[in-house]
């Protein structure tokens, strides 16, 4: 089903994006190793408001946590199961896993 007119509001509304709302958005972090004992849990919904970028988040989640901020820079973020670039968009319902660096022997 394409556009009919121009200003047809309601036919519009079926082409956007469901993730690029101006409603809350909220989004599940898991927290992993050294990030998990900074913020003191596994896991925490957050209400970012908007669909964000991975590097807004990041800077999101540094103000919630502050402790978890020398982990943070050095993590790597993964949305939906997959690392993510810092440009890549966070939309409601995403989840985001915090993985810090892992030293093996």
């Known amino acids: 089903m394409g556009l ?47 669909a964000v970028s991975v590097r807004e988040l990041r800077l999101l989640l540094g103000a919630r946590h502050p402790a978890l901020v020398p982990v943070l820079v050095q993590s790597r973020l993964a949305v939906n199961l997959r690392f993510a670039s810092e440009d890549e968009i966070v939309v409601d319902g995403s989840e985001v896993a915090v993985v810090p660096p892992v030293a093996g022997g």
Request: net charge negative.
């Open 4 to 50: 009919k007119a121009v200003g047809d509001v309601a036919e519009e509304k079926e082409f956007r994006d469901p993730g690029l709302h101006a409603g809350p958005s909220l989004i599940r972090i898991r927290y992993f190793a050294a990030a998990a004992d900074k913020t003191g849990c596994a896991d925490d919904d957050v209400d970012v408001g908007a």
